[in-house]
């Protein structure tokens, strides 16, 4: 094998943990083994038939051509109107691009505004791609922490103490992966006073998860004064609606960084599916309170988890209030054995509770926390109970 041949670029990106873990679990699976997998970040339920059906008549319609590069207008016009709907957003089409899903509006927007030696602050824990896209870009990455004592969640304070004249872009997500915490308007208005006072410095509020929210309505930091014209909004279909695999996301901008990331996109891949484009301005069209059978659900699970990770010596869970994740600091059982095995660390124990109880989580390192460990709840009571049935029985031989 040649790999030193590849690029440097290449060389320095981490491949995404969730994805290896996923793998992993695939593999034990293969060989005959009964592996709950809590590894994924993706709804269980599939694409409600109210969507399908809409992109089924767009194919009959005709919707089978290339796109505009920024999304078919029927599109942006939905989303506009339901970033005024549903966040009191003010964002003309012209604002909005439509990508092949949030992740390529993030790497659109980091590739149309870093140069080299501009510094991100990442808050962490973070989404796993949110490093290495910026790293990708030429940025340097800068994680600000904020730990379970804090609800994962930044300070104004801390805020201000990262902040340096390098300084150009702020990345986060709300309500967050991996650790489910959700920015409160008030606590949203703090962080905006400290970002509104910075000349040349952007923030990218990632708002994917904004319809798994237990607590109000998700308060988007645009809001605010001062920070129209320096937040670019991102969403998309993947989570709220159980659209992963259409790949549709879009982000909202001033006109000026939304045309230099219809830019990139044009030279990349250009306009995303223009069928499914038609099965997205139709669901969003819709009030979202059509979804909140899935939001129950997980609601529902939450509690299911929570209840039986409070019980577990060694580990210590919030009370995430969206997304679908716990992100549980397991740092209390870091030293213990079974006399054959010590629990070194979080990678060590993800590999213990895959080999030995079969459940798949991911390390929290991923994400930038190496106390923690990541699992997904999107999947149903009964595999949910039968994990922490697994998890709590092999840990218990742990002393
Ligand atoms: C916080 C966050 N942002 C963005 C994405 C990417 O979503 P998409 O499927 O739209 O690319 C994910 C997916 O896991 C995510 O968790």
Redesign the pocket.
């Known amino acids: 094998m040649a790999t030193h041949l590849l690029s440097r670029k290449i060389q320095n990106m981490s491949e995404s943990a969730?994805i290896q873990m996923a793998q992993k679990a695939r593999d034990l699976k293969a060989q005959g083994h009964d592996v709950i997998s809590l590894s994924l970040?993706?709804p269980d339920f599939d694409t409600p038939d109210y969507i399908k059906a809409a992109a089924k008549q767009a194919l009959d319609n005709g919707y089978t051509k290339y796109t505009p590069v920024a999304g078919l207008m029927e599109l942006r016009e939905a989303i506009s109107s339901k970033f005024k709907r549903d966040n009191n957003l003010d964002y003309a089409p012209n604002q909005i691009v439509v990508s092949?899903?949030?992740?390529?509006?993030?790497a659109n927007i980091c590739l149309a505004l870093l140069d080299p030696g501009d510094e991100v602050l990442i808050f962490t824990p973070y989404?796993v791609?949110y490093f290495e896209i910026v790293k990708f870009a030429g940025g340097v990455p800068v994680p600000v922490y904020a730990g379970i004592e804090d609800d994962y969640k930044v300070s104004p304070q801390k805020l201000k103490e990262a902040l340096n004249e390098k300084t150009k872009l702020i990345i986060y997500?709300s309500p967050?992966?991996p650790t489910g915490s959700v920015y409160t308007t008030e606590e949203l208005e703090e962080l905006a006073k400290v970002i509104s006072n910075v000349n040349d410095l952007f923030v990218i509020a990632?708002e994917?998860?904004e319809y798994i929210n237990f607590q109000e309505k998700n308060p988007s930091i645009a809001q605010f004064p001062g920070m129209m014209e320096k937040t670019i909004t991102?969403n998309?279909?993947?989570?709220g609606f159980a659209m992963?695999g259409w790949?549709?996301?879009y982000m909202a901008a001033p006109q000026w960084i939304s045309a230099a990331c219809a830019k990139v996109q044009g030279q990349f891949t250009s306009g995303a599916n223009a069928f499914g484009q038609m099965a997205a301005a139709h669901a969003l069209q819709n009030e979202p309170s059509k979804q909140d059978y899935m939001k129950d659900k997980y609601f529902k699970r939450r509690a299911l988890v929570k209840a039986r990770l409070d019980k577990i010596d060694g580990i210590q869970a919030n009370s995430p209030q969206g997304?679908f994740y716990f992100f549980p600091n397991v740092s209390q059982l870091f030293g213990r054995s079974n006399g054959k095995r010590i629990i070194s660390d979080a990678n060590e124990l993800c590999d213990i509770l895959l080999t030995e109880a079969h459940v798949g989580a991911v390390t929290g390192d991923a994400f930038g926390d190496p106390n923690s460990i990541r699992f997904s709840y999107a999947t149903s009571e009964e595999k949910l109970t039968e994990a922490m049935d697994r998890i709590e029985k092999t840990l218990a031989n742990y002393k």
């Open positions: 969730t970040g993706e092949n899903g949030a992740k390529q509006c993030i989404w791609s997500s967050s992966n990632d994917i998860y991102v998309g279909m993947s989570k992963t790949r549709l996301g997304a």
